[in-house]
């Protein structure tokens, strides 16, 4: 009787442990503030103990109990925000995410106002992808030696991407105020084709490197990649 009783015993103290820890857990669901969409794939960040999580398709993410701590919320299409867990209640504590600025894009249809800084032909030298695990601990992988990829942005506002001189992708582009908006016709592999996509990049001043970072629909992988100029006949 008295081993049953202890067992008894070991399994409600079990539960109340587990309860425990799930109760002490901080629930956070990330909305768009335009049209309460569920964000999905987006980092949060502790800042105090630099551990950090990423929401799931539902916007909801569980992160640590220590509310003595900030937090950082990124997406690649939404402003970033920072929140403090102190100020967070029990249940789920919903966060509006704000988009980043959609307007530029249909300016540059109404104005033709096209950063012409991108223009050319460009080799890709390197793709760095990172994303924070379903652990909490942040990933990359960096690849220097990228297959011979080239990408040709034209000033009629098309693009075209070849691997080994065979054509892979292609589409129209628009390119404003570090954002660029690739819109896929054709693509030989099936998930890209007719993607519509937006991308952040830099030139540098002396306009030979390109670094575009982007994140794909679906994907808790942000990439950046780095493109070299191709220089033409007349700039050799």
């Not at 084709?193 to 030979?208: I, W």
Request: a positive charge.
């Amino acid at each position: 009787m008295t081993k049953i009783s202890i067992f008894l015993f070991l399994i409600y103290l079990c539960m109340i442990m587990v309860g425990h820890t799930h109760a002490q857990k901080i629930a956070i669901k990330l909305v768009d503030s335009l049209t309460d969409a569920p964000v999905a794939s987006a980092s949060i960040l502790l800042f105090e103990d630099n551990n950090g999580t990423v929401t799931n398709e539902n916007g909801i993410a569980y992160i640590g109990e220590n509310k003595s701590s900030d937090a950082n919320i990124s997406h690649l299409n939404y402003d970033d925000k920072r929140i403090r867990l102190a100020e967070l209640g029990t249940g789920v504590n919903t966060v509006l995410m704000c988009p980043k600025s959609p307007i530029a894009l249909s300016e540059v249809v109404i104005t033709n106002n096209a950063d012409k800084s991108v223009l050319g032909r460009w080799m890709l030298k390197e793709v760095a992808a990172s994303k924070v695990n379903h652990k909490g601990k942040y990933e990359r992988r960096h690849y220097k030696n990228v297959p011979a990829n080239v990408k040709e942005y034209g000033a009629d506002g098309s693009f075209r991407v070849s691997l080994r001189d065979k054509e892979v992708m292609n589409g129209q582009y628009t390119a404003v105020r570090n954002q660029l908006h690739e819109q896929v016709v054709g693509a030989d592999i099936k998930e890209l084709a007719g993607l519509d996509n937006k991308l952040f990049y830099v030139v540098s001043k002396d306009y030979k490197t390109l670094i575009v970072k982007y994140q794909l629909p679906k994907s808790a992988y942000v990439v950046e990649e780095v493109w070299k100029k191709i220089p033409t006949t007349d700039n050799q």
